[in-house]
């Protein structure tokens, strides 16, 4: 993956006359003419690469069609009139042109692991696959990163790295696209020391389709001065397919003084520590299971607030369905601070202390990560190599069976005992035998929590750790019992609170990168709190406002898109 990936870059590193020109915005009218419209900026950014092949319209006859109308989750198949592979913003904005022009319901995909049926669903008519727009690198005039939004974050880190010796704190997982996760507000193994990878976006290059129907090229920045700086702060945490295409984000660190690349952005820790134990579910007592879980809690709830010896310590705690006959516990630690290898000796003593059963190497699949007996130690390694690792350790995310469903929840305190009787309840189910279902608790906060809830569109600034509730399968057959299985667990965890974690002084809504349906209906969702609220709190007004602005007759739509005022 990484010497195709290289050959990408050096292929697409040249750039050439693609649509948009430095100062100026491209568009194209509703009749079909490429114009050239003068931003609103006093310079603009660098001209992308050029494009290497024509775009590509792949029908239903195509050979290659299957292969492009569906994702990571078999669950969501589209059967769209055709799929178009671009390779440049010229090319995207004239896709959307032709369809604004048509009135065809077109959707994005970058990395394919859209959670939800938003790109593949039966009114989609385009598809816009921007897999093949890869390209990573430096742009001198606006002194930043450029990341198109097909590239995917392992291919990122190492070109950043390896060329540079920088990144940006995104997730973990090798093949999500920049796209959707950029706009999400991402989150990785860096996020307690560093924040989210959109507390570092400088920029962003999205095609929109105005009130007229005529589709233009718009570059936003964080600038106080720039006129469309809304579209870029509707880009750190709404989501994707709200405002219209996204093709490049820039990066650059907002505490970053120098202009040079090695300047502008974080640096990751040149060695880390990984660790990996798991406990044998068939000793797993009821007592020793709450004890585990309210110790990750608590330590999270302790040590939540930013820097600190612990602030590049991030920790995973896997509590499989009984099935899996394992429960886990990973962590990475930033192996150059003082003491390190002490420090996590004394994390893992505390998650540990009073579980009477012993723990042992990690021998089983869990989630996305394969086994891992070998991490029973603590292993020192570099940086770059962790994090190869960590993204690709386990087939479960190229298996072409894969069906999935998932939920989230923030938590600003720890689990409570009801919770925690609902975790134990539901994951010793006889009725659901499945070694991929679980209950996922990610460390979060740190540095996270120092940016204010409206700076970016992400509002979730005060939370100490994360929850996934997942469940992995490989039938059509088992999506009805994986998919009750999962209702049921989460909405017992949440019963006082209407069946989704609302915003209050424990708990702090959803993550709209773990995008779930259910958070609409209101026969799972009985709380009175809208789906909107949960993913955004008190920034969705000015969301709806943005997006009156920049998709007024609301082309780009899905199941929790933005909705207009």
Not at 404 to 427: C, E, M, P
Not at 470 to 484: G, K, R
């Amino acid at each position: 993956m990484t010497d195709v990936s290289n050959g990408q870059w050096s292929r697409r590193r040249l750039l050439g006359n693609a649509a948009a020109v430095v100062g100026a915005s491209a568009a194209i009218t509703a009749g079909g003419a490429l114009t050239a419209r003068a931003t609103e900026s006093a310079t603009g950014p660098a001209a992308g690469p050029a494009a290497e092949f024509p775009a590509a319209k792949v029908a239903a006859t195509d050979p290659r069609y299957q292969d492009l109308v569906r994702g990571m989750n078999q669950r969501w198949v589209g059967r769209p009139e055709s799929v178009r592979v671009v390779d440049s913003t010229a090319q995207v904005l004239a896709v959307v042109q032709e369809a604004a022009k048509a009135k065809k319901k077109l959707t994005v995909r970058s990395g394919g692991h859209c959670y939800e049926d938003f790109v593949f669903n039966a009114d989609t008519q385009i598809v816009l696959d921007m897999s093949e727009m890869t390209s990573v690198y430096w742009d001198d005039k606006f002194k930043a990163f450029a990341v198109e939004a097909g590239a995917t974050l392992l291919d990122v880190y190492e070109r950043l790295f390896k060329v540079w010796g920088v990144t940006v704190p995104g997730g973990m997982c090798y093949s999500v696209g920049a796209g959707g996760h950029v706009s999400g507000g991402g989150w990785g193994m860096l996020a307690r020391e560093h924040g989210l990878i959109v507390d570092h976006l400088y920029a962003v290059e999205v095609v929109t389709v105005d009130a007229a129907g005529t589709a233009r090229t718009v570059v936003a920045t964080r600038e106080a001065n720039d006129p469309h700086r809304d579209l870029w702060w509707a880009h750190t945490g709404a989501g994707g397919g709200n405002y219209g295409v996204i093709t490049r984000y820039w990066f650059r660190s907002p505490k970053a003084t120098g202009t040079t690349p090695a300047q502008s952005l974080v640096k990751p820790p040149a060695e880390v520590f990984i660790s990996a134990i798991s406990w044998k579910w068939d000793q797993v007592t009821e007592a020793a299971f709450t004890r585990l879980t309210r110790n990750f809690g608590a330590w999270h709830v302790a040590n939540g607030a930013p820097g600190g010896p612990y602030g590049s310590l991030m920790s995973f705690l896997k509590l499989n369905h009984k099935s899996n006959g394992e429960i886990g516990l990973l962590t990475q630690m930033d192996a150059t601070v003082p003491n390190a290898e002490q420090l996590l000796e004394d994390f893992l003593a505390a998650v540990t202390e009073g579980v009477d059963i012993p723990h042992g190497p990690v021998t089983k699949a869990m989630g996305e990560h394969g086994p891992m007996p070998e991490y029973f130690t603590p292993q020192r390694m570099g940086w770059l190599q962790a994090t190869r690792y960590l993204g690709t350790t386990n087939s479960t995310l190229v298996d072409p069976t894969l069906r999935g469903d998932y939920k989230s929840a923030f938590h600003k305190k720890n689990v409570t005992d009801a919770q925690i009787r609902a975790f134990w309840k539901h994951l010793n189910r006889t009725d659901l035998d499945n070694p991929g279902a679980m209950v996922l608790l990610s460390s979060y906060g740190g540095n996270v929590n120092t940016v204010s809830p409206d700076a970016t569109a992400t509002v979730h600034r005060d939370s100490v750790f994360k929850l996934l509730f997942q469940s992995y399968w490989p039938s059509a057959a088992d999506d009805a019992v994986n998919i009750s299985w999962l209702r049921d667990l989460y909405e017992e965890t949440y019963a006082a609170t209407g069946g989704v974690p609302v915003l209050d002084d424990v708990t702090d809504g959803c993550y709209i990168n773990y995008c779930d349906i259910d958070l609409n209906d209101p026969a799972h969702n009985t709380s009175g709190v809208p789906w909107y609220t949960l993913y955004y709190g008190s920034n969705y007004p000015r969301l709806q406002r943005i997006k009156a602005t920049y998709d007024p007759a609301n082309r780009f739509n899905h199941g929790q898109s933005i909705r207009l005022p």
